[in-house]
């Protein structure tokens, strides 16, 4: 049986704490705030948004064209407990 490709490839990043205004607002904006969030980090800082954008413009591009059904985790190792 030939499978003809869909071209629809079902993926999802799970970001952890990202650098945004949002983590801002939710750290009270404060640098007590921010080192408190950075304290759950394993790597000892927050993400960067454009580290979330590099992963979703490498998920469609065609080097990722084998990868379906992925929950790709960028959470700087929260979830690995390093």
């Known amino acids: ?3 003809a490709p869909s071209n629809i490839r079902i993926n999802a990043l ?3 704490i990202i650098d945004t205004p ?3 607002r939710f750290s ?3 640098p007590e705030g921010r080192a408190r969030v950075i304290a759950q980090e394993p790597i000892g800082r ?3 948004p454009e580290e979330i954008a590099a992963a979703a413009l490498w998920l469609c ?3 990722a ?3 379906v059904g ?10 690995v407990g390093l």
């Open 1 to 3: 049986m030939d499978y």
């Open 14 to 16: 799970c970001p952890g």
């Open 22 to 24: 949002m983590m801002d």
């Open 28 to 30: 009270g904006g404060t």
């Open 46 to 48: 927050m993400g960067r």
């Open 61 to 63: 591009s065609d080097e």
């Open 65 to 67: 064209a084998f990868v």
């Open 70 to 79: 992925h929950a790709m985790v960028i959470d700087g190792g929260q979830t």
